[in-house]
């Protein structure tokens, strides 16, 4: 650190524009940089308290109801009988933030599901709600309408 900067891997990650053009992503990872720091060390937070929204499964899941905000934190719902959240699949069709809002005229009451994969034209419409499994992979481009 005490020459300027640190040293860290490059990591190149393949990338298609919307255009159909190839790029190439050029990254860091910042946890990479521990090395660099003398008695440094790790710390486990548990999914209850470190909620990523890395895709838009995921935040079909913060938005839904079964989360409630407490003192800024995002807390399980009591409403939810099980201790852990549902599987989300979304495909493709909900890839982009744009995409996901434009299905969605509201997002879902999920408080009892249990697993949810679409795949497809699919849309929800405004008071859905979405009990245990739930599997929506519509045939030959048709558009779904989930009312």
């Known amino acids: 650190m005490d020459k300027g900067g640190m040293e860290l891997e490059v990591i190149a990650n393949p990338k298609m524009t919307k255009d159909g053009l190839s790029v190439l992503q ?32 995921d935040l079909l899941l913060i938005k839904s ?29 909900f890839k982009k933030i744009r995409d996901f809002q434009g299905r969605f005229k509201n997002i879902p009451n999920v408080i009892d599901l249990d697993h949810l994969t679409v795949s497809g034209n699919v849309h929800f419409g405004r008071n859905v709600t979405l009990r245990g499994t739930v599997i929506s992979e519509p045939k030959f481009a048709q558009k779904i309408q989930v009312l």
């Not at 109801?65 to 699949?89: A, H, M």
């Open 65 to 93: 109801d079964l989360y409630t905000l407490d003192q800024g934190r995002l807390v399980l719902s009591e409403d939810r009988l099980f201790g852990t959240t549902p599987i989300v699949k979304l495909d493709d069709h």
């Open 26 to 57: 050029l990254e860091t990872a910042a946890g990479a940089a521990i090395r660099h720091f003398s008695n440094a060390c790790g710390v486990n937070v548990p999914r209850s308290r470190f909620l990523p929204v890395k895709n838009c499964s």
